[in-house]
Nanobody, 127 residues
């Protein structure tokens, strides 16, 4: 069965780094658009980083230069490297995939176009 499982979250001081992982089962990460989305108690779930089948990436403006999305096709794992963490990076990070066809070109940060979701991993950044 299809499953996305996030890990790697935690509590970190500002300026630190985290590497989030998303293990995908029965869902080839290279054949779908994949992304990381963030949600805080007072906000809607928003896309922060996405990647399509050819490997094109797209980032939310505030994370450019600090976040890197990548994948390991051999292990079918999606990653999000987060550097120079800021308190505003805090939230629950969700791994997501768009189950549309067997090839995705043109990643989007719009959460409405993703229909496979993990349960999330918590990231807390303190000042």
């Amino acid at each position: 069965q299809v499953q996305l499982m996030e890990s790697g979250g935690g509590s970190v001081q500002a300026g630190g780094s985290l590497r989030l992982s998303c293990a995908a089962s029965q869902f080839p990460v290279e054949r779908h658009c994949m992304g990381w989305f963030r949600q805080t108690p007072g906000t809607e779930r928003e896309g922060v980083a996405v990647i399509d089948s050819p490997g094109t990436v797209r980032y939310e403006e505030s994370v450019k230069g600090r976040f890197t999305i990548s994948r390991d096709n051999a292990t079918n794992t999606l990653y999000l490297q987060i550097n120079v963490l800021e308190p505003s990076d805090s939230g629950t990070y969700y791994c997501a995939g768009s189950n549309r066809g067997t090839w995705c070109a043109g990643p989007t940060l719009d959460r409405r176009l993703y229909n496979v979701w993990g349960q999330g991993t918590q990231v807390t950044v303190s000042s």
